[in-house]
């Protein structure tokens, strides 16, 4: 009985510091290693945006998204139109990662194109975003990558003078801007 435990304690002791030995070596490390990141797809040559201060590496430069054509002022609901900004590959990636600097961006979607002309398939949306940086984890593969902004609204712009319930008062005036983003990076593992 005695030399059966001592076999059995033997037995895990020898399984214990195998399993050790594996943990510290090379195949182990690259199982658990972090994946590293690709270069930025949107710097590659090729690449092509609506607005290429949004693509050129340079924070300090920013650039507008572009209302859809044909699209001005507000919608039949009263509402500002969304603007866009479109990024285009010259070759599909597997896009893993997107990061989005901007200080203007609140409400707003972020879309990949899925092949098919005019189809779009959501990555995220974003209702009240505060943060400057948007980092956003994502699987896709394609070429296109789209934002769609609401349009942000500017400060009253003058004065109009309106008629409500027989009296003369004076209406401010608000108009559209397009949000402006200062970088869109696109990152794959390497």
Do not use: H
């Not at 070596?25 to 990141?37: A, I, M, S, T």
């Not at 901007?102 to 974003?126: C, R, Y």
């Not at 980092?135 to 349009?151: C, Y």
Request: with cysteine; charged share 30%; net charge neutral.
């Amino acid at each position: 009985m005695l030399i059966r435990k001592m076999w059995l304690i033997s037995l895990l002791a020898f399984i214990l510091s195998l399993t050790l030995a594996a943990c510290q070596g090379p195949l182990f490390q690259n199982l658990f290693k972090e994946q590293e990141w690709s270069e930025n797809y949107a710097l590659a040559d090729g690449a092509k945006c609506i607005s290429p201060e949004m693509i050129d590496g340079d924070l300090n430069m920013a650039g507008k998204t572009v209302f859809p054509e044909k699209v001005y002022g507000r919608t039949v609901y009263g509402a500002f139109p969304s603007a866009e900004a479109e990024i285009t590959l010259p070759e599909k990636k597997s896009i893993r990662k997107i990061v989005i600097y901007s200080q203007d961006l609140s409400k707003f979607e972020v879309l990949a194109s899925t092949g098919e002309k005019g189809d779009w398939q959501l990555i995220k949306e974003f209702d009240s975003n505060t943060e400057k940086q948007i980092v956003i984890r994502t699987s896709v593969f394609t070429d296109k990558i789209k934002i769609r902004a609401r349009a942000k609204t500017a400060p009253a712009e003058g004065v109009e003078r309106g008629v409500v319930r027989g009296e003369i008062v004076s209406l401010r005036t608000r108009s559209a801007q397009e949000p402006e983003i200062e970088e869109i990076e696109l990152y794959g593992f390497k």
